[in-house]
C-alpha cells in the first residue's frame, strides 16, 4: 500500500486559503488519492480525489504534482466550520486506510 | 433524509454482555463497511459486504459477527464485550463502480461503552 505522510497540525485564518499538502512518493501509476476529513464526533466525509489532474468541486480542489509524489487539498476560504482532521489516503484492495491526519484549527 | 444512519448512537453496557448496533442506508449503494475508531482515534476498518457477500474480514476477534440481511443493511453483532471493545464503531456505504467504492459515506457513529 502507498503511504502518505501529512503534517500533524496546521492553523488557518477564518476566510483564508488553507492548503494542506501530503507526500505520498510509493504511489503506483494507478492508485488514486482521496481526502477525507473528520469533523469532532462526526463521521468522516469525503471531499475530492483525483489521479493526475488537478480536480475541482464544491467543496476544494486537489493539486497533484506531475510526478504524482504529491498532493495539496485547497480549501478557498475557510471557514470555522472547516476545523477537522483532513486525511490524505491512497486506498487499494477495497479498504480506505485512515492515518493520523492533519488536524486543521481554522481561527476567527 | 438521513444517508447512512445507525441506532443506537450511544451504547452503555457491562463486560460479559452482546450486544448489536444496526446500519441502514438509503443511498442505493452495494458495498457497505463497519470501521472502528479507538480512543487514540484511529480509524480501521473491520469487515465490507458487497450484495451481501463478505468482501473484507480484517484481523478482528470472531466475537464480532457483521450481519447483512439486504443491501441496504449491515449490523453488526458483539458477543462477551470486553473492556477493549469500547471505541466509536461507523458504518459507511458506497457504490462499487470504478473507483466508487472509495467514495465512502459515513454514519453518524455509535459510541459503545464497556464497563
Known amino acids: 500500500d502507498a503511504k502518505t505522510t501529512q503534517p500533524p497540525s496546521m492553523d488557518c485564518a477564518e476566510g483564508r486559503a488553507a492548503n494542506l499538502p501530503c507526500n505520498h512518493s510509493t504511489i503506483s501509476g494507478n492508485e488514486y488519492v482521496y481526502w477525507y476529513r473528520q469533523i469532532h464526533s462526526q463521521g468522516p466525509q469525503y471531499i475530492i480525489h483525483g489521479l493526475k489532474n488537478n480536480e475541482t468541486n464544491e467543496m476544494a480542489s486537489l493539486i497533484i504534482t506531475e510526478d504524482r509524489k504529491s498532493s495539496t487539498l485547497i480549501l478557498p476560504h475557510a471557514t470555522l466550520r472547516d476545523t477537522a482532521v483532513y486525511y490524505c489516503i491512497i486506498p487499494n484492495d477495497y479498504k480506505l486506510s485512515f492515518g493520523a491526519g492533519t488536524t486543521v484549527t481554522v481561527r476567527a | 433524509d438521513t444517508a447512512v444512519s445507525q441506532t443506537p448512537k450511544y451504547l452503555v453496557t457491562q463486560m460479559g454482555n452482546d450486544k448489536s448496533i444496526k446500519c441502514e442506508q438509503n443511498l442505493g449503494h452495494d458495498t457497505m463497511y463497519w470501521y472502528k475508531q479507538d480512543s487514540k482515534k484511529f480509524l480501521k476498518i473491520m469487515f465490507s459486504?458487497?450484495?451481501?457477500?463478505?468482501?473484507i474480514n480484517e484481523t478482528v476477534p470472531n466475537r464480532f459477527s457483521p450481519k447483512s440481511p439486504d443491501k441496504a443493511h449491515l449490523n453488526l453483532h458483539i458477543n462477551s464485550l470486553e473492556l477493549g471493545d469500547s471505541a466509536v464503531y461507523f458504518c459507511a456505504s458506497s457504490a462499487t463502480r470504478l473507483a466508487g467504492v472509495y467514495e465512502q459515506y459515513f454514519g453518524p457513529g455509535t459510541r459503545l461503552t464497556v464497563t
Open positions: 459486504y458487497n450484495n451481501k457477500e463478505l468482501i
